[in-house]
C-alpha cells in the first residue's frame, strides 16, 4: 500500500512542477505580449485587437496552475498562532482538523468549478471577448488548481506532517 501510495504522490508532485513551470512561461507569456504590443502601437501606429483578452486569459491560467504548488511547499497564508499555543496532543489535532477543512473546503470548490466547466462546453460558451474562445479552455485551469492544491491540504493531514517551529518533521514523496 505504501508504494501504491508513493507512486501517487509522485504523480501528484509531478504534475505540480509541470505546472509550476508552466505557470512561468506563463507569465513570459504576458510580459511578451505586452511588450509587443506597446512596439506595435507606439512605433508603428498599429495596435493589437487580442492582447488584453489573452493577458487576462494567461494570467488566471498562471495563477490556477501556480496555486499547486504554493500549497506544495506550504507559501499559502495560514494563521498559526492557536496551533502554535496549545499543547502538543491537541495542536495535532487542529492541524490535522484544518488541514481537513481545507481539503473539503477547496474539493467542493473544485467540485464547483468543474461543475461549471461542463456547463460551459456542453452549452459551447464563449467568452465576451474581441476574439472569442471557449470559455472552458480558460476555467479548467481554476478546477485543475483548486484540486490539486486540495490533495496536499489531504496530504498534510496527518500530525505528522505538522511544521513545528521553523522546521517540518516529515516531507511526504
Not at 505504501?2 to 509531478?14: E, F, M, P, Q, T
Not at 507559501?75 to 496551533?83: E, N, Y
Not at 473546503?105 to 456542453?122: D, H
Not at 478546477?143 to 498534510?156: E, K, Q
Request: proline share 4%; charged share 15%.
Amino acid at each position: 500500500m505504501n508504494s501504491v501510495l508513493a507512486r501517487i504522490y509522485k504523480v501528484h508532485d509531478g504534475l505540480t512542477r509541470a505546472a509550476a513551470v508552466l505557470a512561468a512561461i506563463g507569465l513570459i507569456c504576458i510580459v511578451a505580449s505586452y511588450v509587443y504590443e506597446v512596439v506595435t502601437r507606439y512605433f508603428f501606429n498599429a495596435p493589437t485587437a487580442w492582447v488584453s483578452d489573452f493577458v487576462s486569459y494567461a494570467l488566471c491560467a498562471s495563477i490556477f496552475l501556480a496555486l499547486p504548488k504554493v500549497t506544495m511547499d506550504k507559501g499559502h497564508v495560514a494563521v498559526t498562532i492557536l496551533v502554535e499555543v496549545v499543547p502538543e496532543a491537541l495542536a495535532d489535532a487542529m492541524h490535522t482538523c484544518i488541514n481537513l477543512i481545507g481539503f473539503c473546503c477547496l474539493g467542493f470548490a473544485a467540485y464547483v468549478s468543474l461543475q461549471e466547466n461542463i456547463r460551459q462546453y456542453s452549452k459551447g460558451i464563449e467568452t465576451l471577448a474581441i476574439v472569442p474562445v471557449p470559455q472552458w479552455w480558460i476555467s479548467s485551469f481554476i478546477t485543475f488548481g483548486l484540486a490539486l492544491s486540495s490533495i496536499y491540504f489531504l496530504r498534510y493531514a496527518p500530525a505528522s506532517q505538522r511544521v513545528r517551529g521553523d522546521v517540518m518533521t516529515e516531507r511526504p514523496g
